[in-house]
């Protein structure tokens, strides 16, 4: 267990970002979060609120509002840091295509800037997120991390990118750094440009859902409480240096099955559009997790029946709360 250290989480406002904060807080480590509360969605600020509610000495945390790109952010921590939670990250697949350069300033530069951070002030470890996206479209499934790389967007380009900048600075400098590729993330605080937020949002009001393709597409939805366990369970494991993992649940449905799924536990009538796929979006997503099995002791908890009913339950409580 992570415990008493005094730990940094980039995008530490954002869904994973505030559950990882969420757990580490309550295990008595000190949090900087440093998070710029950018306008691709809103709600960060009330999901840090959320969870920083019963927490409210000072010695227990510090928010810093900055941009990762700009070097000058870093001085505004005032605490030596054992260990980095890299997870600031300009998401979207879709966003990318038509923003690729501010989505490679944002996402290879503040790894960058991240690393160096760490060499300077002697940091333990960094822990990187990553994405199941830098495969692109399989050519065997499950994916282990060797696979061949081929991103179909910029966004996944940008991520390859940051795991490449992981593996220089352990190999150059020494760094404990590992990279995790998060597979279709899920669950409470979700952010709302994500497909199982807005499905149910809709479905609560009765409004229509759009499917991008046939719905036949194939995803390894993971609850966020599973990928949070990995997360942690990279920055306790010393083996974890220098290595790449998958974090997945490794039982991938089809968006069909998904919708289906959530349709029986709204209650709500179905109201479906289909509209011509998107460019960027893989066919298949199906984690092969035996490595992080092995090496991180990972074994993902929540199935999808289980996080859907979760899921479900805060966004009704959410949406009563508008």
Avoid at 147 to 165: N, Q
């Amino acid at each position: 267990m992570i415990k008493n250290k005094n730990v940094l989480v980039t995008g530490g406002a954002g869904f994973i970002g505030s559950h990882l904060v969420e757990d580490l807080l309550a295990a008595e480590n000190y949090i900087v979060v440093i998070d710029n509360f950018n306008d691709y969605y809103q709600g960060k600020k009330n999901n840090i609120k959320g969870v920083i509610h019963d927490y409210i000495e000072a010695k227990d945390y510090k928010i810093i509002e900055g941009d990762l790109t700009t070097k000058s952010t870093f001085d505004k921590i005032d605490h030596e840091i054992d260990l980095i939670f890299n997870l600031a990250s300009q998401p979207g697949v879709r966003f990318s295509i038509e923003n690729s350069s501010d989505v490679a300033k944002n996402n290879i530069v503040s790894t960058i800037n991240v690393l160096e951070y760490a060499v300077q002030n002697n940091i333990e470890k960094v822990i990187n997120a990553s994405s199941s996206s830098v495969y692109g479209n399989p050519i065997y499934t499950p994916l282990d991390e060797e696979h061949p790389k081929a991103p179909i967007s910029p966004y996944a380009v940008s991520k390859l990118c940051g795991e490449l900048y992981c593996d220089y600075y352990y190999r150059e400098y020494g760094l404990h750094t590992s990279s995790l590729r998060f597979y279709t993330v899920y669950g409470p605080r979700g952010r709302p440009d994500m497909a199982i937020r807005k499905f149910f949002n809709n479905m609560l009001q009765e409004k229509e859902i759009t499917i991008f393709g046939d719905g036949t597409q194939l995803r390894d939805y993971t609850y966020i409480s599973d990928i949070v366990n990995g997360i942690l369970l990279a920055g306790e494991k010393t083996e974890s240096a220098g290595e790449v993992f998958n974090l997945g649940y490794s039982s991938p449905i089809s968006v069909n099955e998904l919708v289906d799924k959530m349709y029986t536990i709204s209650g709500k009538p179905k109201k479906i559009k289909f509209i011509d796929k998107q460019k960027g979006d893989v066919e298949v997503t199906y984690s092969d997790t035996s490595k992080a099995n092995k090496i991180l002791n990972y074994y993902p908890q929540v199935n999808i029946d289980e996080g859907l009913k979760r899921t479900f339950e805060w966004q009704v409580h959410y949406n009563s709360s508008l």
